[in-house]
């Protein structure tokens, strides 16, 4: 009998044959990610682990190369969490919300997301510790029952088409 790799849309069933499986697509993957993080969400009692996943998973999900989570704390959006290439440099960030060269800010005072492709250096990224300038940031306000409480950003460095319209679609209901 000669064995063969099964593909990533196949499985063996319980009789030896291979079964083919369906591809996981765009909007099952970001349903997956949604249920995780509400199962998350009502099973944890420690918003550290709630913050790290959803940034976990706004990662993986839409291949940004940094995700970082804004907390309205008043007068300032604080990075409360921010993973990815940049994280490191992000998290704790204070920035005032009437600034108006950092895109988080924009996103938080409109409460509607912001999509910036080919950002030039200073724009979008002034009050983010003179990062390298990002190719493409999409922010999207995180909303609860009218009250602004901050703002989901992914940066991409590289690719000014990593995001698109129907990514700004998909991280809104995400967050």
Known sequence: MVSRRQTPTESTRD????ARLPRVGAREKLMISV???AA???AEHDLEKV???ICH???NLFAADTAVLWENQGESLVAVKALGLFGPQIQGVRV???DTDTIACRCFRRRSPVLEHHLLE???NRSLLGLPPAAVVLCVPLIHRDEGLGVLG?????NPHRFSTTDQKAVSLFA
Do not use: F, W, Y
């Not at 009789?15 to 291979?18: C, E, L, P, Q, R």
């Not at 992914?154 to 590289?158: A, M, N, P």
């Open 96 to 98: 005032p919300i009437d």
């Open 15 to 18: 009789d030896g044959k291979i």
């Open 35 to 37: 249920a995780r993080v």
């Open 154 to 158: 992914l940066r991409d460095r590289e």
């Open 57 to 59: 998973e706004a990662l």
């Open 122 to 124: 200073g724009q979008g």
């Open 40 to 42: 998350t969400l009502n």
């Open 51 to 53: 913050l790290d996943l």
